[in-house]
């Protein structure tokens, strides 16, 4: 089955920049799609079709995506992004329509 | 405002059938499609389908056709998910969200029902 790859875990001080990758193989044909879980809470969109961001999201947030590989970008980390994101995606060769990545932890020192 | 209710947290024995509902508010219900997502203890999302209920069309996971059936109420704007005959494995928290077309992101996302099964 088609899968998205991600990091398990980043972990950063706050004012840093984090960096999250997704990589799949239909990337360069469909768009990406990122979402924050904080702990015990439902999801969130916060970046969609690869760069876009959804009313009322920070723009420390951003997204972009190159060859089979999808990035979210925060940038000046700050304590209250500390959760896990996920991204997802099509997935155009299977008969499954939406996959997501493993998602992963970003952790704030 | 638009909101995504879900009904409440369930404890079932293996075997039990079940049904869990999302309530679309704020918005006109058959217009926009709802998914469903797993989230299985300590795990990732898993996409379980999606429903337009404005034409009554579903699209399952491969990995869950046969298991659950999603089902639409247009009449009072409400979203089902539903097991014949549960698992321990079914144990997690369930999420409907809500997306403007088949590609887009899903926007809007319920509270979650938690269903616990037990052996």
């Known amino acids: 089955s088609y899968e998205l790859t991600q990091p398990p875990s980043v972990s950063l001080s706050p004012g840093q920049t984090a960096r999250i990758t997704c990589s799949g193989d239909t990337l360069p044909s469909q768009f990406t799609y990122w979402y924050q879980q904080k702990a015990g809470q439902a999801p969130i969109l916060i970046i969609y079709k690869d760069t876009k961001r959804p009313s009322g999201i920070p723009e420390r947030f951003s997204g972009s995506s190159s060859g089979t590989t999808a990035t979210l970008t925060i940038s000046g980390v700050q304590a209250e992004d500390e959760a896990d994101y996920y991204c997802?995606?099509?997935?155009?060769?299977?008969?499954?329509?939406?996959?997501f990545g493993g998602g992963t932890k970003l952790t704030v020192l | 405002e638009v909101q995504l209710v879900q009904s409440g947290a369930e404890a079932k024995k293996a075997g039990e059938s079940l049904r869990i509902s999302c309530r679309g508010v704020g918005y006109k219900f058959s217009n926009y499609w709802i998914a469903w997502v797993r989230q299985k203890p300590g795990k990732g999302l898993e996409w379980m389908g999606i429903?337009?209920?404005?034409?009554?069309?579903?699209r399952y996971n491969p990995s869950l056709q046969g298991q659950v059936t999603m089902s639409v109420d247009n009449s009072n704007s409400v979203a089902h998910l539903q097991w014949s005959s549960l698992k321990a494995s079914d144990s997690a928290v369930y999420y409907c969200?809500?997306?403007?077309?088949?590609?887009?992101?899903?926007?809007?996302w319920g509270q979650g029902t938690q269903v616990t099964v037990s052996s």
């Open positions: 969200a809500r997306q403007s077309d088949f590609y887009s992101g899903m926007n809007d």
């Open positions: 429903m337009y209920p404005g034409a009554s069309d579903i």
């Open positions: 997802q995606s099509a997935d155009t060769r299977g008969n499954n329509p939406w996959v």
